[in-house]
């Protein structure tokens, strides 16, 4: 199919980075279309193991060219050790990536901007960011006050801009005793100018040429539906729409050319961050989740919460993605759990309630309503095919499947890229 779109379906880290890599042996171009390095997208093959931030996951296909659409947002000293660390593994870039001019630049004044917001909240309120300058930059975005990429090709007009800029983030900044220095900024933006120009590219254009070739196209979510800006549980959201409506604005892809949504979902649930998990187990179960499921942040390294599948969210993801199928992964991690359970739906005052009924308060206080699943117990690595699984695990899928109204059609078992059956 030419146009693919993959799609976090839970609260980020559902394993989207492998499965691109999977994927990307068939697509002529992987393409990111929102978000920044908040991002962590782990990626093992032969190359090495890599969490990638910025650069598509593509990219280790040397048939693949690799794309970051305008509403990416990039910290550019990132993206340029992320270059150095993929060409070192000897994987050429130059040629291979390309970049909108219209992405947004994110600047040093929006990391501290960040730090005050969540020094000012002392915890309460707040997602927990990433302390990459993600919701400073989105809202410099929409309120006409960002410095673009393409910014960086006229000198002067980069300076005025940046002159302004840096004016009233000091202003700002000032009461809590943090400041950015214009002269350091602006050096420091002009030495890396010339590393990034050869990349800048009308990525509008490339994209909408190859889909009128009718090539492969591969469109690499990040984080994942319940972190988006309008439909996660606000305010422990992210800045950007992570749901599939975002490629339209973020990579300039008409919604009727995507022909398939692949929802990724882990067999269980994982968040990093504040905010409520309905299915959050504070346990023994919890932890073993994340010590089996070596669930900590590929971007800042904190543990993620763990719990159990909640099939009343994934409802939702199906519904306002329009998966056209679900990807399923580390199925492995549940191996040696002699009972699984899934949240089938959630209860309110005995009442059920629906996802999209809730108010944020009230993902605190809902009863979710489990189903339990005799655990198979026995290593799932070797499966190749959906008949070498064994019988409870293909019970749990097809169920899955069932309630959801979406086809399985890949379930992955390990971290490498050839651990994943094809349904
Ligand atoms: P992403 O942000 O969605 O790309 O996911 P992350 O890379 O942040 O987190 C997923 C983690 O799970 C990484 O450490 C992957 O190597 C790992 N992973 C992916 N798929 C599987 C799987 O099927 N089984 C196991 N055990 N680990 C997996
Ligand atoms: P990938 O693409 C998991 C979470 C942060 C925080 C909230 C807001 O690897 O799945 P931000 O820095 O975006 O302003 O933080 O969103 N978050 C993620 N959690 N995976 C991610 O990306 C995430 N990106 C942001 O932990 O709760
Ligand atoms: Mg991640």
Redesign the pocket.
């Known amino acids: 199919m030419p146009v693919t779109l993959v799609i976090?379906s839970q609260w980020?880290?559902?394993?989207?980075?492998?499965?691109?890599d999977y994927l990307a042996k068939d697509s002529d171009f992987v393409v990111r279309f929102h978000g920044g390095n908040n991002?962590?997208?782990?990626?093992?093959n032969k190359y090495g193991?890599f969490?990638l931030h910025l650069i598509p996951?593509g990219i280790f296909n040397l048939n693949t060219k690799a794309v970051i659409a305008n509403g990416v947002v990039i910290d550019l000293a990132v993206l340029l050790s992320e270059i150095e660390l993929v060409e070192k593994a000897g994987i050429k870039v130059k040629g291979r990536l390309f970049i909108s001019p219209r992405c947004q630049l994110i600047m040093p004044y929006h990391k501290l901007l960040e730090q005050v917001y969540e020094e000012a909240k002392k915890g309460v309120n707040t997602p927990q960011p990433t302390g990459r300058g993600i919701g400073p930059v989105y809202a410099d975005k929409v309120t006409y006050n960002g410095i673009t990429l393409g910014d960086l090709l006229d000198r002067k007009s980069f300076k005025e801009k940046l002159s302004v800029q840096v004016l009233i983030k000091n202003k700002t900044l000032k009461p809590f005793g943090k400041k950015v220095n214009k002269n350091v900024v602006e050096k420091d933006f002009f030495s890396m100018r010339r590393k990034i120009l050869p990349f800048i590219s009308d990525t509008f254009t490339i994209i909408n040429s190859a889909i009128d070739k009718k090539q492969n196209i591969l469109l690499e979510g990040?984080?994942?539906t319940f972190l988006d800006n309008d439909w996660g549980i606000y305010p422990f959201v992210t800045a950007s729409n992570a749901v599939s409506g975002g490629v339209n604005a973020g990579a300039g892809i008409a919604p009727n050319k995507i022909n398939k949504v692949i929802g990724?979902a882990?067999a269980y649930t994982t968040r990093v961050g504040f905010g409520p998990v309905p299915t959050e187990q504070k346990n023994g179960i919890g932890n073993k989740l994340r010590e089996?499921?070596?669930?900590y942040?590929?971007?800042t390294g904190r543990p993620r919460r763990c719990g159990w599948l909640d099939l009343e969210m994934l409802r939702f993801a199906v519904k306002i993605n329009g998966f056209t199928e679900i990807c399923i992964?580390?199925?492995?991690?549940l191996d040696n759990f002699e009972k699984i359970k899934v949240c089938v739906r959630y209860n309110l005052n005995s009442k059920r309630i629906s996802y999209e009924q809730c108010s944020t308060k009230d993902f605190d206080r809902v009863k979710p309503v489990y189903k339990t699943y005799k655990g198979w117990q026995k290593s799932i690595k070797e499966a190749k095919n959906f008949k070498d699984l064994p019988k409870e695990a293909q019970i749990y899928l097809r169920d899955i499947e069932k309630m959801l109204g979406v086809k399985i059609t890949y379930?992955?078992?390990?971290?490498k890229r050839n651990?994943?059956i094809k349904i």
């Open positions: 976090g980020g880290d559902e394993g989207k980075g492998k499965i691109i991002a962590g997208h782990t990626i093992i193991k969490a996951g990040a984080q994942g990724v882990k089996i499921g070596g669930e942040g590929a971007t992964t580390k199925l492995d991690v379930v992955s078992t390990g971290v651990e994943i």
